[in-house]
């Protein structure tokens, strides 16, 4: 076991939730609500002592910077006084293009933020609408082109397929369409349809694709970005330049990694155990200690038979297999 972690912090407001979303999340929040989150947050990272260096910061939701851009940049900041990051930490934060302009971007970079995960999903502006996201491709464009001029230099964007009405040449046009923007890192998902999501109770009337034509889009889809230069080296991502996410690495490879705020997973200490998925509960326990907003003490340490099973399963996601690298 190496003496290095990685650090995931859950923002989890939005401007409004994303038809298909089932992650936890609060639309059209007030202000007051994020600074007490604010403040949660820097009281759990307070409780956490360690000596072990930092190699990856990931900051998701939610829309992070619905958050605040202001508040993101208190918060890294806070996290550079409590940690030991190395010299080349990966620090990503997750974007929706409509909620962030260029200064934002700018005060972003400079704070230190390295790494953009944008959430395009599509190139088609009636898919990105039947699916409720609140940009156009236009916008995650000028967003994704905004953060090129301030210097951000690593820049993924999100892409989803088997989306209702997506046919392969939509798809092959929102790939070109992406590529196109210069980013050198791209996830693709599969669309879930999880119960309880307004897409799900839809789901009668969308025009979904059978097994077959998701099977067509997404091998469509690997054959376009590996014909273009990206390395497939885990299931959902590709990468140019070398551009791999460290972050999303060390969950494969099976490394540490500690979650703060409201339902945040952690592995940590031979566990796997997750903050309580409320905002305000969350707020009230960290008032009491590192572990309390967790269910840290009523989960299973995991047994070394477990540990093997897990090592091999994660790492066939990636492009090495199940050799599992020491660091």
Known sequence: MTNNISLYFHIPFCVKKCDYCAFYSLADQGEAIKDEYLQALFR??????????????????????????????????FIR??????????????????????????ALYEAGFNRLSVGVQSANDEILAQIGRIHTFADAQRCIEDAHSVGFTNVSADVIFALPSLTVEILADTLQKIMSTGVNHISAYSLQLEEGTPLYARRGTLALPTEDEEEEQYSLLCDVLKGNGFTHYEVSTFCNDGRYSRHNLAYWFRRRYFGFGASAHSFYNGRRFSNVADVNRYIELTRDGLFEPTDYFSSP???????????????LRTYRGAIIPES
């Open 81 to 106: 006084r409590r940690f030991i990051l190395t010299d080349d930490c990966e620090i990503t934060v997750e974007v929706n293009p409509k909620t962030v302009d260029r200064d934002g971007l700018l």
């Open 44 to 77: 759990q990272v307070s409780c956490f002592q360690t000596l072990e260096r930092v190699t990856s910061i990931y900051f998701g939701g939610g829309t992070p910077t619905v958050f605040g851009v202001d508040r993101l940049c208190k918060l890294l900041h």
């Open 301 to 315: 340490r995991i047994t070394e038979r477990e540990a093997v099973e897990e090592k091999i399963m994660l790492a």
